[in-house]
């Protein structure tokens, strides 16, 4: 058995039950081309203009970024962990203004806060500060979601810094679950 990604780990505790199908795969294929978006601007490269549901989004991220991104680490790297057994694709480590240490940050287009977000994010922050070949000197010191807003305002920023390891230990509960039942 290959190691599973964070977010195979969680999804037996994300319940998309009530949501149509294809309203899922319509959002799947939105938050996809936002992703390669931001990758592609936090990269430097030019980004084309995207459709009238995901160009708002990607604006919200725009504006966050200018106001708090002052060096970019890591975009959408795949990191492995064989010290636990997963691997992950963090969107991003980045230092912002003013801090020395590094952020793990997730895009995120839902408008309401996941439960699996934190366990999600905190998987990233090991995977970023163990297995992400930082520059020396360099270690996570906050994790965060950044909530993209569907109407292009600035993106919030949702800090996990403070339950980081409240959230990695129940990643670990999950992913021994996981392993134990597949």
Sequence with gaps: ?????STTVLNP?????RIHPEVL????????KIHSAIASHLLGLWVMPLDDEAQPRFDSFRRWADLMVDRVLIVE??????CFGYHGHPDA???????????????KSPIIESKTWKGQISSYWHLVDKHGDLPEGIKVTRCCAIML??????AKMVDYT????QYF?????????YKHFK
């Design 162 to 165: 403070d339950t980081y390891h």
């Design 25 to 32: 795969r319509h959002a799947a294929e939105r938050g996809s």
């Design 149 to 154: 807003h569907p109407e292009g305002k600035t």
């Design 169 to 177: 230990a129940a990643f670990l509960g999950a992913l021994t679950a």
């Design 1 to 5: 058995m290959s190691n599973p990604s």
């Design 13 to 17: 505790y994300t319940d998309f039950s």
């Design 93 to 107: 480590a980045l230092i912002l203004k003013g801090e020395k240490g590094a952020t793990v940050a997730d895009w």
């Design 77 to 82: 790297k795949e990191l492995s962990c064989d």
